[in-house]
């Protein structure tokens, strides 16, 4: 063992200080939160970004710009090589796809990409495919269908 490795154990664990614990100890009576207030009391913290009633930081800064998120379309997204799963020569549609757990819920969109092979006959119908998903899946065989 060497001068520097032992410096370092010592160092590691840092005891916890103990608070409240009489006059005496340094830490004693109010334990280090001063006197009254929200912030000497238990379950005290306060709200996020709250500044004591002055008006917060960003209502004081001017909204500048559009955002355009709230009409971006999501797709939840699965891959050709996880259609693998699926027997030969069955539909694949979102049910299915629900049913094996590969997308979260049926309301969602769904997007197939063309990562991994696909060895099987498929019909797939979903909302969107990616031009290497789509050759992939006709080079096997299979159909592609866009559904609305």
Not at 19 to 34: F, H, L, P, W
């Amino acid at each position: 063992m060497q001068n520097h490795e032992i410096t370092a154990i010592v160092g590691k664990h840092k005891r916890r200080k103990r608070v409240g614990r009489g006059t005496a100890g340094g830490m004693g009576k109010t334990c280090g939160r001063g006197t009254k207030g929200s912030l000497s009391r238990a379950g005290a913290g306060g709200k996020l970004a709250y500044e004591g009633g002055q008006m917060p930081l960003f209502r004081r800064l001017p909204k500048r710009g559009f955002n355009n998120n709230q009409f971006t379309r999501r797709y939840e997204i699965v891959n050709v090589s996880q259609l693998d799963k699926f027997d030969d020569g069955s539909v694949v549609d979102v049910q299915c796809l629900y049913k094996a757990g590969l997308i979260d819920s049926l309301s969602s969109k769904v997007k197939i990409l063309g990562d991994g092979d696909l060895t099987k006959k498929l019909d797939v119908a979903v909302h969107k495919f990616s031009k290497a998903a789509e050759s992939k899946i006709i080079g096997c065989g299979g159909t592609v269908k866009n559904v609305a």
